[in-house]
């Protein structure tokens, strides 16, 4: 249990990235109503989850992180949210498959809405607007007006979040996620393109050890395990006062749980030892991670370790490095050193995504598929030099086809990407780019001597 931590001690901490809501009397009439629903995860999964974690820092299992950069009040519908669990269910048997290790599938939705901003303020036209800061607070369009955030907001994301979270129960227990009908996909696929046939050789050995455990009388019919999986929910803990109302204390064990999701993380912008963020999540006990950016120090590394996991619980804490391709493997090494030299049972995962970001020459923000692809290698590079875990990925993604980011087997390039740019905030992989990213991190890891 923290020491001298309750759901609100957060409050006395300085605190970044936080709308200024207009009516605290409003917000507080919100947040009231949230606190008085039921929670969104129980203490018990995240407990699950944690212990899957376990596994995964101790390199006996992978993580595999994905969803949008921002969920989108508008883009809601059964089937968004079922093409996305598709693609990340697709993925996932890729990598299960090369590393022979289970994967933890936890997306970034249920709940990923409020978004840390660079600046508070936009330029439009003669004036300077709010930011946007996800459709939990405010609206994305370009006015002063859409701009203000709503307290109601709160409310509507909550609801968004339990029945997103009741269609991937649904989707994920009710046979949607049989093997044998991923595997047909991947396949389809495979099949779909010059680009994909690139990876026939491996869906073709997967297709030989289905039919092995077929063989076997391991068929999904009759094997849970091969019919069913887990997807767990995670978002960045952003908006402290929804993450405090939706705190519970669970009665078997008088531990405080954050019941919005089964993992929080802490983002780059607000992870200050002394500052809020990291005084709320300590607290809680889920398991949470911190992203770890390019200024990120050894020493101040180890007191977010010691702050975030006193006691050392494996799967605990997943740090998530976000450096850019350029810098990852060498901004890399010294840290996983020092955290390993510490004795600290972290879950190293690698997003590609954050450092790679730039204004296309047509005025997009996109990044290139094949940064994101340098980045995985730089970070694979790195644990393999200091005997670490390659522990995960960490993406944003959709499944539907949309064209935000540069490269990949389809060869988007600047000029595509005003066909379908959708995303409300950061460019996500498209389903078919996301896929061959799981392709090639499988490859990467396969070639790693050492496994
Ligand atoms: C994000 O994950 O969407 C994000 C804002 O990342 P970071 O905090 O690493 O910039
Ligand atoms: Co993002």
Redesign the pocket.
């Known amino acids: 249990m923290a020491k001298d931590w309750t759901p609100d001690s957060w409050r006395s901490h300085p605190i970044k990235q936080q709308p200024l809501w207009p009516d605290e009397a409003d917000l507080d009439r919100a947040l009231k109503q949230i606190s008085s629903y039921p929670p969104l995860v129980f203490a018990g999964e995240a407990r699950s989850l944690q212990a899957g974690l376990a596994q995964v820092a101790a390199g006996n299992a992978f993580l595999l992180q994905a969803g949008d ?2 969920e989108s009040f508008e883009e809601f519908s059964a089937d968004n949210i079922r093409e996305k669990l598709r693609v990340i269910l697709q993925m996932a048997v890729v990598l299960t498959y090369s590393m022979g290790v289970p994967v933890m599938k936890v997306g ?1 939705l249920a709940g ?1 809405f409020a ?2 901003r660079s600046a508070d303020f936009e330029r439009v036209g003669d004036d300077d607007i709010p930011s946007f800061r996800g459709h939990i607070v405010n609206g994305e369009g370009p006015t002063a007006a859409a701009r203000v955030p709503s307290p109601e907001r709160l409310v509507q994301a909550y609801h968004q979040s339990a029945s997103t979270l009741n269609l991937v129960r649904a989707f994920t227990k009710g046979g949607f996620a049989d093997l044998a009908r991923v595997h047909a996909w991947n396949q389809e696929f495979v099949a779909s393109s010059p680009a994909g046939r690139r990876y026939e050789q491996l869906a073709t050995e997967i297709d030989r050890a289905l039919r092995f455990m077929r063989a076997t009388g391991m068929d999904t019919e009759s094997n849970a395990n091969l019919r069913e999986v887990d997807i767990w929910t995670s978002h ?1 803990a952003l908006l402290l006062s929804y993450e405090e109302a939706l705190t519970r204390i669970e009665d078997a064990t008088g531990r405080w749980y954050d019941c919005s999701a089964h993992m929080l ?6 992870r200050e030892v002394d500052g809020a963020h990291v005084e709320f999540l300590r607290g809680v006990g889920n398991p949470i991670g911190c ?1 770890v ?1 390019p200024s990120m120090t050894g020493e101040e590394l180890l007191d977010l370790c010691e702050r975030l996991n006193p006691a050392r619980i494996p799967g605990r804490l997943t740090l ?1 490095t ?1 450096m850019g391709a350029d810098r990852i493997e060498d901004g890399l090494r010294p840290l996983l050193r020092t955290v390993k030299e510490a004795g600290h049972p972290v879950v190293w995962a690698c ?1 590609p ?3 790679n970001t730039f204004t296309s020459a047509s005025g997009r923000k996109t990044r290139d598929f094949e940064d994101i692809i340098r980045e995985i290698e730089g970070f694979v590079r790195a644990h393999r030099a200091e005997g670490t875990w390659p522990g995960g990925v ?1 993406v ?1 993604l959709t499944g539907e086809d949309v064209t935000e980011c540069v490269g990949g087997a389809d060869k988007l390039i600047d000029a595509d990407l005003d066909h379908r740019y959708e995303t409300v ?2 460019p996500r992989l498209n389903g078919r780019q996301s896929l061959e990213l799981a392709f090639r991190t499988a490859e990467l890891i396969r070639t790693d001597p050492t496994r």
Do not use: S, V
Not at 265 to 270: A, D, K, N, Q, V
């Open positions: 950069c921002a970034r990923q978004k840390p960045e993380w802490i983002g780059e912008r607000t992203k950016g998530i976000r997003d995504m954050h450092g960490h944003e905030c950061d």
